[in-house]
């Protein structure tokens, strides 16, 4: 079990799916700065593709992602419209550059939508952009999940497929406006199995209301019978100021931090004892799952997805509130998706936010992802390392972090820490901490 230390968890940390992080993000940023990211494209350039879906059957209480009732047809129809219009957009200008080597469908629930629309979105994708064999991923929702659609994955030649499970208790899933029996959740696994899927990755979360490490353990356990590939298990983040439905959420009965921290622990110390490999400070992966393949060879990466095997530097957000990473530059289309329409609608890339990101910013970048997903980052490029030294001098003396020269390098136990640690390399941080959750 890992050593409990209050003081060192005390200030909220960001996710680090980005450097920097969206907090940084600003209305500076213009459809004229995608159209250059796009033109500085070189032919030979390994791109992702990434399609956000905004829509889900059911909204649940806890979720911060930007999603909506999937409860009109109409608006449906014109959503996916008009992102058949930004694929086209984005195509035509990169005009053959860059091969695109994977496409990820998220939200929201992409299954929110007819199984025919997501067929004609992945068709569209791969002609537009001369995408042969790209690796295909999708999330999920086991509510609603069905044989038609289970026949469109395995038609598309899906091989990953991520599942919003969260927890199987039924109480707690109540509590959270999650309700979907271990039932559903296993005929989802078992009718994706038969259409070929190969890796299929659980989201679980600690922390939720009335939560207990045992009812955690017996989701984990639930997890393993089910023989997911994949897990994640992240500690919810209770930011009802920013999220208003988390309102809906009793807060009195979240557990303490020392319970969450005892959470995380558990689960780590649960799912390595059935054969998973830890994977940065939050996933795990069956040895075999080429997740843990990429974290063994030292391949791993982390974006927007989270850690990942794909080790693209350009990822191209296509849909409302979709962000596109390019070395140079983070940008985010319109949040709002009447302003998003209206973008694409009058032949305009819909970017509004984002950040331009500096060599220093490249550098740090660079250094936080390293650190996250190989747990150590040589720091020579970055300016202020007396200054992180001192920022970590608290983790230095309990052997969390220790240095070879320029080199940081995390201990094993300093996993729950992970996320603190990076953040003594960010020159942003220290102003909006409450835009934060806490880092276990």
């Known amino acids: 079990m890992w050593t409990y230390h209050p003081d060192l968890l005390a200030t909220p940390a960001p996710r680090y799916t980005s450097y920097p992080t969206a907090a940084e993000f600003g209305d500076a940023v213009t459809p004229t700065d995608m159209a250059t990211a796009l033109d500085r494209v070189a032919p030979e350039a390994e791109l992702s593709l990434y399609l956000h879906i905004p829509f889900c059957r059911e909204i649940c209480w806890y979720c911060g992602c930007n999603t909506g009732a999937a409860n009109r047809t109409a608006r449906l129809d014109a959503y996916l419209a008009r992102l058949s219009d930004e694929i086209e957009m984005i195509a035509r200008r990169l005009d053959g550059r860059g091969k695109v080597g994977r496409i990820a469908f998220g939200g929201g629930s992409p299954n929110a939508i007819a199984p025919e629309a997501f067929t004609q979105l992945v068709s569209q994708s791969r002609a537009a952009f001369g995408a042969t064999a790209p690796v295909l991923s999708i999330e999920i929702d086991p509510r609603g999940f069905d044989a038609d659609w289970a026949d469109a994955i395995g038609a598309a030649g899906v091989s990953r497929v991520s599942l ?13 406006g999650r309700v979907q ?81 005892e959470q995380a622990a558990r689960a780590h110390a649960r799912l390595r004892a059935a054969g998973y490999d830890a994977v940065g400070f939050d996933h795990f992966a069956l040895p075999g799952d080429a997740l843990a393949h990429a974290a063994r060879d030292g391949r791993l990466r982390r974006n927007f997805q989270g850690f990942t095997e794909d080790e693209s530097d350009i990822l191209i957000g296509l849909g409302a509130s979709a962000i596109s990473q390019f070395p140079d530059r983070l940008l985010q289309n319109e ?24 060599i220093d910013d490249q550098w740090r970048a660079a250094a936080i992802e390293e650190l996250l997903c190989q747990g150590r980052a040589d720091l020579a490029a970055i300016g202020n390392r007396a200054d992180i030294a001192l920022r970590l001098a608290r983790f230095a003396a309990l052997k969390l972090v220790r240095w070879e020269g320029s080199i940081l390098i995390l201990a094993p136990d300093a996993l729950p820490y992970a996320r603190v640690i990076a953040s003594a390399l960010d020159v942003y941080r220290g102003q909006a901490a409450a835009r934060f959750s806490s880092a276990v």
């Open 181 to 261: 029996p271990r039932e559903d959740i296993a005929a989802t696994v078992s009718l994706l199995r038969a259409a070929g899927v190969e890796s299929i990755n659980f989201d679980l979360m600690y922390g939720l209301p009335g939560q207990s490490a045992a009812a955690l353990e017996a989701s984990l356990d639930e997890s393993v019978a089910l023989a997911a590939d994949r897990l994640a298990v992240f500690g919810y983040a209770h930011v009802p100021h920013l999220i208003p439905r988390q309102r809906r959420i009793d807060a009195a009965a979240l557990p303490a931090a020392e319970r969450r921290f």
């Open 164 to 176: 919003g499970v969260q927890t199987f208790d039924p109480a707690i899933q109540a509590a959270i």
């Open 335 to 358: 949040k709002n998706a009447g302003r998003w329409h209206m973008a694409i609608a009058a032949g305009r890339f819909a970017a509004a936010r984002g950040c331009h990101r500096s």
